[in-house]
């Protein structure tokens, strides 16, 4: 069975400060992860996808990837309150499924 | 905004009523997903289509029945739902189904009675 957690949080960060999310899966033939953003009472919006080991940095965004180890984070730089939300990790498994598994979500807390 | 829209917004629905949500992509793509989000639980995929037709259903109960029209419109029929079946429905859209980037609509924020 697929699975993907995260730590449901809340995580609490002052503002500037590094916002580390962790997302751990277990299945091994996991290709593509990507991590949501999802406001309260919205729908989630993409923010980074990473396909491959290492960093993906995309401005005060940097998504993580360890195949090894199978986990993903993502790290927020100089946090704002504006980041508070909850984010969302996603895994699929290339190869024919066209089910992506979501985690619970990490919800976030940037305070001023 | 994306470019993927939901109707209605909200909906209150007794045990015995008859509903339809509605999903448009104005995106071009050829997939489709109808999601379930519950409070302290995972999106859960419902239904996958891929050029109008159903290439997965993930276990879902017959009460919800979806139709996908065209590329472009996705339906979720719902009939005598449970109060647990009250939750956010979302629907993405995609280019192809599988690695490509989904693209959520606002959702339908359901309550059963």
């Known amino acids: 069975q697929k699975e993907v957690e995260q730590n449901s949080g809340p995580l609490s960060v002052p503002e500037g400060a590094i916002a580390s999310l962790n997302c751990t899966y277990s299945?091994?033939?996991?290709?593509?992860f990507f991590w949501y953003r999802q406001y309260s009472g919205k729908s989630p919006e993409l923010i980074m996808s990473i396909y491959s080991n290492g960093d993906k940095e995309d401005g005060r965004f940097t998504a993580q990837l360890n195949k090894a180890s199978q986990y993903v984070s993502l790290l927020i730089r100089d946090s704002q309150p504006s980041d508070s939300a909850t984010y969302l990790c996603a895994v699929l498994v290339s190869g024919g499924s066209y089910i992506p598994t979501f985690g619970r979500g990490t919800s976030l807390i940037v305070h001023p | 905004e994306t470019g993927v829209t939901q109707t209605p917004r909200h909906l209150v629905m007794g045990m015995t009523n008859k509903k339809s949500l509605k999903c448009e992509q104005h995106?071009?793509?050829?997939?489709m997903y109808w999601y379930k989000q519950s409070a302290k639980k995972p999106l859960e995929l419902m239904f996958v289509y891929n050029f109008k037709e159903q290439t997965e259903n993930n276990s879902v109960p017959s009460r919800f029945s979806p139709e996908c029209p065209n590329s472009s419109h996705l339906f979720l029929h719902l009939h005598t739902l449970q109060p647990e079946d009250s939750a956010l429905y979302l629907c993405?859209?995609?280019?192809?189904?599988?690695?490509?980037?989904?693209?959520f609509g606002p959702g339908t924020r359901l309550l059963v009675l």
């Open positions: 299945d091994r033939g996991s290709q593509s």
């Open positions: 995106l071009g793509h050829n997939a």
């Open positions: 993405a859209s995609s280019q192809e189904p599988g690695q490509e980037t989904q693209y």
